[in-house]
């Protein structure tokens, strides 16, 4: 059971929280100009290769998952923030519809409490300050405890950004020691939480009383049909599932082949570096994974592949990424239907598109609804089937899910850390947090010409037909 708040910890919520909306106040008048020219100073600092590397190296080296080698690949998010940031006006007037009479303008959100997750502690703060002072919003961030340290050293930088610059550092500030009660006194005194983490720390922040922007689980999966380049579905899938040894919840857990290409896609899995487990290492892998409740066993998520095999009992040679297993069964008590947060995947075989689309609504009801999920075809109904039935928020086509769900340079996906998976998964939004989620918008309302339809017109063949 969670304890109370102490009294120290109340009173340093309630500092937090000042220090944070005097540095709104200061500013306040601060022109889009001048915003902008402090985005692109905390884009720099942050997303330099230099800083981003030695802090993503640190977020590794402090929580004990992910891959060392390859996290730094992530600041590519930064820069497609900054983009997507730059592009946009989040102040006065930043939409005329003449038409409807319309004028919208934008105003700070205020007080934002983002809670950081321990698989992002590098990115995360920095994609969420861009969009904030974009907006004018101050941040306060509160960081998962397995990488405080490393929290805090990002937010670090970016306050001596600001403070270089003559801009009030207090903009963002870090928890030092966060706790859960601390958390939730912050939650329940800002203005918005950006609620990116575990499924406990969204539902608090959904309990707390004040707005929040949360994100639901994933269990992404990909369907390849018969009209599929193997090769480059493969290698997409290879790029997805060992980015950051599948910490993120848009890893490929789950492809659906076609039985005309099932053989020669298993084939090109291993030539992408996949280790095929035999169903006596299947099952010593579906132990290491899952404990007997199916609950999902910590120490296995996001590690090489090596060393989930050696934890599951067996050997994989060193030139091996990732693993994947042959599976038929769908359901929660299949464990390898369900979401695994590291280098595994499931690989099922369809007949019919038909089987395949129930199968991907089957694979939904197990866990990761309103997600992702992805498709390889270049057979547009086949796409435009998948999309009127899957029950996600996002789909990519021909793309590695973990590298373009949030965004990419060569999509138009809005790019973010976090993920809104919709009342599918328990969230307010389908959309990928973005600019429009850090501000408030008045809409101003002119008269127009009167736009009303004859009653005729609207009730159709209904008109005039006897009441009740």
């Known amino acids: 059971m969670a304890r109370d708040i102490t009294p120290e910890e109340r009173v340093l919520a309630h500092e937090l929280l000042a220090k944070a909306r005097a540095a709104m106040a200061a500013v306040a008048d601060y022109d889009q100009a001048r915003i902008d020219r402090l985005c692109r100073a905390i884009g720099w600092a942050?997303?330099?290769?230099?800083?981003?590397?030695?802090?993503?190296?640190?977020?590794?080296?402090?929580?004990?998952?992910?891959?060392?080698a390859g996290r730094g690949a992530k600041r590519f998010k930064i820069q497609g923030v900054l983009r997507d940031a730059l592009r946009q006006k989040s102040m006065g007037v930043i939409e005329v519809d003449e038409a409807k009479g319309l004028v919208k303008y934008?105003?700070?959100?205020?007080?934002?409490?983002?809670?950081?997750?321990?698989?992002?502690?590098?990115?995360?703060?920095?994609?969420?300050?861009?969009?904030?002072?974009?907006?004018?919003?101050a941040v306060i961030f509160s960081p998962h405890p397995r990488s405080r340290q490393t929290t805090y050293e990002m937010v670090e930088v970016m306050r001596k950004t600001l403070k270089s610059l003559g801009a009030p550092e207090d903009l963002f500030q870090c928890v030092w020691k966060p706790s859960i009660p601390l958390t939730a006194e912050l939650m329940s005194t800002c203005d918005l939480t950006m609620a990116t983490g575990g499924r406990p720390m969204v539902e608090a922040a959904y309990s707390s009383g004040r707005p929040a922007f949360g994100v639901g689980a994933g269990n992404s999966t990909v369907l390849v049909d018969e009209t599929a380049d193997v090769a480059d579905a493969a290698r997409n899938t290879r790029i997805s599932k060992t980015s950051d040894f599948g910490s993120g919840c848009s890893a490929d857990g789950n492809m659906l082949v076609d039985a005309k290409l099932y053989d020669a896609m298993i084939a090109q899995l291993q030539k992408e570096g996949g280790y095929l487990c035999d169903e006596r290492e299947k099952a010593l892998l579906e132990k290491a994974l899952w404990d007997e409740e199916g609950h999902r066993r910590p120490d296995t998520i996001a590690i090489s592949a090596q060393r989930i095999a050696e934890r599951a009992g067996f050997a994989i040679p060193a030139d091996r990424v990732f693993l994947f297993v042959r599976q038929d069964a769908i359901g929660k008590q299949h464990r390898f239907s369900s979401e695994k947060l590291c280098v595994v995947l499931a690989v099922f075989k369809y007949r019919t598109f038909d089987e395949?689309?129930?199968?991907?609504?089957?694979?939904?009801?197990?866990?990761?609804?309103?997600?992702?999920?992805?498709?390889?075809?270049?057979?547009?109904?086949?796409?435009?089937?998948?999309?009127?039935?899957?029950?996600?928020?996002?789909?990519?086509?021909?793309?590695?899910?973990?590298?373009?769900?949030a965004g990419a340079f060569n999509n138009g996906m809005p790019m973010t850390s976090s993920l809104g998976c919709g009342i599918w998964g328990g969230n307010i939004t389908n959309e990928n947090i973005n600019l429009r989620h850090y501000m408030n918008v008045t809409w101003v309302s002119r008269p127009i010409a009167e736009d009303r339809p004859t009653e005729q017109e609207l009730f159709g063949e209904f008109f005039g037909t006897d009441a009740l």
Do not use: W
């Open 46 to 68: 942050t997303g330099n290769e230099k800083t981003f590397l030695r802090i993503a190296q640190m977020g590794v080296d402090e929580s004990g998952i992910g891959d060392r």
């Open 106 to 137: 934008a105003k700070p959100a205020g007080v934002i409490v983002s809670l950081v997750p321990t698989t992002n502690p590098e990115l995360t703060p920095p994609v969420t300050a861009i969009y904030a002072l974009k907006c004018k919003d």
């Open 356 to 405: 395949a689309l129930q199968m991907v609504h089957d694979i939904y009801e197990v866990g990761g609804k309103g997600h992702s999920c992805g498709i390889y075809s270049f057979d547009d109904d086949h796409v435009d089937r998948l999309a009127r039935v899957a029950p996600v928020s996002r789909i990519m086509v021909r793309q590695p899910q973990s590298k373009a769900n």
